[in-house]
């Protein structure tokens, strides 16, 4: 089950109004993880798994690597920033 504490470091790192149900979505979808009745995962599954209302461990897991893949381009981002702020600097 997604904890508080994760909803809440997600919520810092990535922003409130960060859109990681479709990407989840997609990802369940590329993953070919399907309900029981063979569809992917409604947004609303998703939103409730994220909210700790519903447990799926797939979802959880898609939530978790999305997370991370994002903190990720973040880091990589941040870090190319730097460098170029600082290559500017010599020119």
Same mark, same amino acid.
């Given at each position: 089950? /997604?904890?508080q504490e994760f909803r809440q470091k997600f919520k810092r790192d990535l922003g409130d109004n960060f859109q990681y149900s479709s990407k989840v979505r997609q990802k369940l979808e590329a993953a070919k /993880?399907?309900?029981n009745r063979g569809k992917?995962?409604?947004i609303k599954t998703i939103n409730n798994v994220f909210q700790g209302y519903q447990d799926n461990l797939a979802i959880e897991l898609m939530i978790m !690597?999305?997370? !991370?893949e994002e903190i990720a381009k973040k880091k990589k981002l941040e870090k190319l920033r730097n460098k170029y702020s600082t290559a500017s600097e010599d020119f």
């Open positions: 089950m /997604i904890s /993880i399907y309900t992917v995962a409604h !690597e999305l997370y !991370e």
